[in-house]
């Protein structure tokens, strides 16, 4: 049996290297104020299909789904979706002031697999609801920026744009329409049928065909409202009060269909072909797909994997080493007897113990377990040991040894692995 495709077991090594990972990035969330929310796996197709987009490749061809009863349910292909459902659902944005949440979960999507790109991937995610300032698109930006700086990763670049909103977005899609049209024919089989419905998808096609059709297309922030274009020059104000190097490309529209307003994509010459290194924008539409009274909102999120992949292309992990305090070599059944319970003891007070249940074995196979295993100090117990009702305890690093009274022996071991910590 193997794990499925496209997603991976993670241990050792890996393990630790996320998460370190993972407490520098919820450090720098919790210094911006942001709080932890976790929603279910599952969710009922709608959440996404209402919201995602319909001609969207993730609700197009991308999400797992789950038959149970009468219920479609699909495995969350993103955090966003999920998230205004959990706000809808418990009321947090009755709340008039803003909130800011964050989140950090498994993601499925039914994607080609290659490097960078899994079909179970991890996100984390960031949303601040109940502010439309661009103060508030320009804060989630500087945290992104944050996140890598905290993670000392510099190669990359912002690009941010304006989708525009429900008054402006009809007269883009309009020009984009009138610039279509003639090209219709040189469109992939999906844009064609995109077209009509959802035109902005077809700049977001990933086909070589196609992009050479759009190649050329109206600049769609010419199209802006007199208030887009005003929150888009605040915004880019903000960002250079703040630092943050960006560029203003028309281009970006994002693969999810529920933004307005401010959208923005940071890629990373790290990566290779899967550059995306996070994005985000402005939803604040998206609760009117459910059918609810809108609330404004801004998030982004970043892929777990592509962090890691980033970071070791830089060689840029810091030293990772979990390594034991302490290894009980216990020669013979009797040095079990006092080692076994010692270790509990030992592990329960806060130390790192490592023990070998193979009473059977030599001195020289325990210290080579010990060395293996990096621990700090092994301590031995044999039948010679046990008639003197001592204990020998082996500094691995100094070679140095001590012997110590058995009945103290939980004191005077805690007491080395303290005055070497
Ligand atoms: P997204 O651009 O679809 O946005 O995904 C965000 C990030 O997730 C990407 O930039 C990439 O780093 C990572 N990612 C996406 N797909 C994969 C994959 N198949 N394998 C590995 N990593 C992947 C969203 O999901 C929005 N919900 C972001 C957002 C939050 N917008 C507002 N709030």
Not at 181 to 198: D, M, N, S, V
Not at 337 to 342: A, G, Q, S, V
Not at 388 to 410: C, G
């Amino acid at each position: 049996m193997k794990a499925v495709r496209g997603m991976h077991d993670l241990f050792g090594v890996e393990i630790a290297k996320w998460q370190w990972i993972e407490s520098q990035v919820k450090q720098v969330f919790e210094n911006f104020g942001y709080q932890e929310i976790r929603t279910p796996v599952l969710e009922s197709v709608e959440v996404f299909s209402k919201t995602v987009g319909d001609e969207t490749d993730i609700v197009e061809k991308q999400m797992y789904s789950v038959q149970k009863e009468s219920e479609s349910l699909v495995l969350r292909p993103e955090g966003t979706a999920g998230f205004v459902r959990a706000v809808l659902e418990h009321q947090l944005h009755r709340d008039a002031l803003h909130q800011r949440f964050f989140y950090y979960l498994p993601m499925f999507r039914h994607e080609r697999p290659q490097k960078g790109r899994l079909r179970q991937f991890h996100q984390f995610g960031a949303e601040l609801i109940n502010d439309d300032s661009p103060e508030a698109d320009a804060e989630v930006i500087a945290l992104l920026v944050a996140i890598y700086k905290k993670l000392r990763i510099t190669e990359y670049e912002v690009r941010i744009n304006s989708l525009g909103c429900t008054e402006c977005r009809p007269g883009m899609k309009k020009q984009l329409l009138d610039f279509l049209q003639p090209r219709l024919e040189h469109l992939c089989e999906l844009c064609k049928k995109r077209f009509e419905r959802a035109p902005l998808r077809v700049l977001d096609c990933k086909r070589e065909t196609c992009k050479t059709a759009v190649a050329g297309s109206p600049q769609l922030n010419q199209c802006l409202c007199d208030q887009c274009k005003t929150h888009h020059d605040q915004l880019k104000k903000r960002l250079n009060e703040a630092d943050v190097t960006f560029i203003d490309d028309p281009s970006i529209v994002r693969g999810l269909d529920y933004y307005s307003r401010t959208a923005f994509e940071f890629t990373s010459s790290l990566l290779g072909a899967q550059s995306a290194l996070g994005g985000g924008g402005r939803y604040d539409q998206l609760a009117s797909r459910f059918g609810e009274k809108p609330f404004p909102a801004v998030g982004f999120a970043l892929g777990m994997e592509r962090l890691v992949i980033a970071l070791e292309a830089k060689g840029a992990f810091p030293e990772i080493k979990a390594t034991p305090d302490v290894y009980l070599a216990a020669l013979g059944n009797l040095p079990m007897d006092h080692l076994f319970p010692l270790s509990i003891q030992l592990k329960s007070s806060g130390v790192q113990t490592e023990i070998s249940y193979a009473a059977d074995k030599p001195l020289k196979w325990h210290l080579k377990q010990s060395n293996r295993l990096q621990c700090k100090f092994t301590v031995i117990l044999g039948e010679d040991e046990l008639k003197k009702k001592v204990i020998l305890v082996k500094n691995m690093a100094a070679q140095t040894q001590v012997e110590f009274p058995l009945d103290s022996a939980r004191t005077h071991i805690l007491k080395q692995v303290k005055s070497e910590n």
